[in-house]
């Protein structure tokens, strides 16, 4: 059965501290994998896409990895800021039929 | 470039009332098109699919449905609204055969 599962399902960070957060996946056939943020209320906006011959990639303090063999992907958030608060989505497309796999999600509170 | 339009933002609609959500797409032609609602603190969970005029898949079995009467316009509906379809509601499209889901604003329904 073709899932994606993220952890943690919610995680409260102080403006500054560094945090990772974590996707598993078991979709095949695997075409590529994106974090998308979303802010409370709003759609959301992709922040990075890996395939599936990257294992690392950086938007700025977002840095994504991809383990394809393992089936992981996490996003490392540097130097986090108040605007970081939101909601984090791994999402999975696969070549078979359009088909997209959303995670639940992690919800991120930066406090000050 | 592409853009997607969604509306109304917000609405509030009394039990029983019929619901109307749009949703078009520009810059792209021939796009699949999603309709997603996201109940407080949960995922994402598709609701309709369509890839093209005419054709529409449901994923979940209620009493919402959903019409594309053109190419790049899908419209979300129900003829009687029930206390438990309040929810953030969200469009989305992609390319036929494409890898990624881009999202609209969403709309916030309150049913009361």
């Known amino acids: 059965k073709n899932q994606v599962e993220q952890s943690p399902q919610s995680l409260i960070i102080l403006e500054g501290k560094n945090c990772t957060l974590q996707c598993n996946y078991t979709v095949s056939p695997f075409s590529n994998l994106r974090w998308y943020k979303q802010d409370t209320g709003r759609g959301p906006v992709s922040l990075t896409i890996m395939t599936f011959s990257e294992n690392t990639k950086s938007n700025g303090r977002y840095t994504a990895t991809l383990d394809a063999d393992t089936k992981q992907s996490s996003l490392h958030i540097t130097a986090s800021q108040l605007s970081d608060s939101a909601s984090y989505i791994c999402?999975?497309?696969?070549?078979?039929?359009?088909?997209?796999?959303f995670g639940t999600g992690t919800s991120l509170t930066v406090i000050p | 470039s592409q853009t997607i339009h969604q509306w109304p933002a917000t609405l509030v609609q009394p039990v029983g009332s019929p619901l109307s959500l749009e949703c078009t797409v520009e810059?792209?032609?021939?796009?699949?098109l999603y309709w997603y609602r996201q109940a407080a603190g949960r995922g994402l969970q598709l609701l309709f699919y369509?890839?093209?005029?005419?054709?529409i898949s449901s994923e979940v079995p209620q009493n919402l449905s959903a019409s594309r009467p053109q190419d790049r316009q899908f419209i979300l509906s129900s003829k009687k609204l029930l206390l438990s379809d309040s929810g953030f509601y969200l469009c989305?499209?992609?390319?036929?055969?494409?890898?990624?889901?881009?999202f609209g604003e969403g709309s916030w329904l309150t049913v009361v």
């Open positions: 999402v999975v497309s696969s070549y078979t039929g359009n088909q997209f796999y």
């Open positions: 810059g792209t032609s021939n796009p699949n």
């Open positions: 989305a499209w992609s390319l036929q055969g494409g890898d990624t889901i881009y």
């Open positions: 369509s890839v093209g005029i005419g054709q």
